[in-house]
């Protein structure tokens, strides 16, 4: 059973940053594409972001495009989500997932998605 845990939510101000954290474990971390989603109030979950298996390539939604920046360290087991420049609309409930198969380049799907976390809160106040 794969186990993915969030980290490093919280509450912060317009135009600050935080880093997101997702550690795993149950699987060999370095063989599948992660992803990161997020969920606002009264809102769909929507992608914000994925990596590949390798780490060589990275993709984001246009609207955190040059803001945040998805990144691995496969010896930690864990992916990260640096967040710059947060905006109110950033709000949300933040998840981390990994790829139902392996070797995976990235996918923006859902549905592509076989594993979970449970999500950590970000707030961005103004």
């Known amino acids: 059973q794969v186990h993915l845990v969030e980290s490093g939510g919280g509450l912060v101000q317009v135009g600050g940053s935080l880093r997101l954290s997702c550690t795993t474990s149950g699987r060999t971390f370095s063989t599948y594409a992660m992803g990161w989603f997020r969920q606002a109030p009264g809102k769909e979950r929507e992608f914000v972001a994925t990596?590949?298996?390798?780490?060589?390539?990275?993709y984001y939604d246009d609207s955190v495009k040059d803001r945040f920046t998805i990144s691995r360290d496969n010896a930690k087991n864990t992916v990260y989500l640096q967040m710059n420049s947060l905006k109110l609309e950033d709000t949300a409930v933040y998840f981390c997932a990994a790829e139902k198969g392996t070797y995976g380049l990235g996918y923006s799907a859902e549905g592509l998605y076989g594993y979970w976390g449970q999500g950590t809160q970000v707030t961005v106040s103004s």
């Open positions: 990596i590949s298996w390798s780490g060589d390539l990275t």
